[in-house]
């Protein structure tokens, strides 16, 4: 079974940086894409920024020129770099990444649990 699991999340003051980690384990054949989502309270989850298995990356508006997405195929690991980090930044940040795990499947998406990222002095 496949397992994403984030890590890197916690509390820093308005202005700091953070780096988040999300390491793939399990039965994996190939990667494609992989993201980071985010989830305040009272919103919907949307994204935040991707990468494609070929390393171009895409970014909301709110966080470009902030945050950088980057990955790791030798370790399955996706990171993104956080900083300037604004209040509004605070949210649950998701790990999700389109994995083959299966020749018998189609590749499907995980999820990680989520890293809380809360920007407060």
């Known amino acids: 079974q496949v397992q994403l699991v984030e890590s890197g999340g916690g509390l820093v003051q308005p202005g700091g940086s953070l780096r988040l980690s999300c390491a793939a384990s399990?039965?994996?054949?190939?990667?494609?894409?992989m993201g980071w989502y985010r989830q305040a309270p009272g919103k919907q989850r949307e994204l935040v920024a991707s990468?494609?298995?070929?390393?171009?990356?895409n970014y909301t508006d709110s966080v470009e020129g902030r945050f950088t997405i980057s990955r790791d195929n030798a370790k399955n690991t996706v990171y993104l770099q956080m900083n300037s980090l604004k209040p509004e930044d605070t949210a649950v940040y998701y790990c999700n990444a389109e994995i083959l795990y299966s020749i018998y499947r189609r590749p499907r998406y995980f999820w990680g649990r989520g890293t809380q990222v809360t920007v407060s002095s």
């Open positions: 399990g039965t994996i054949f190939s990667i494609y894409a």
């Open positions: 990468v494609t298995s070929g390393g171009s990356t």
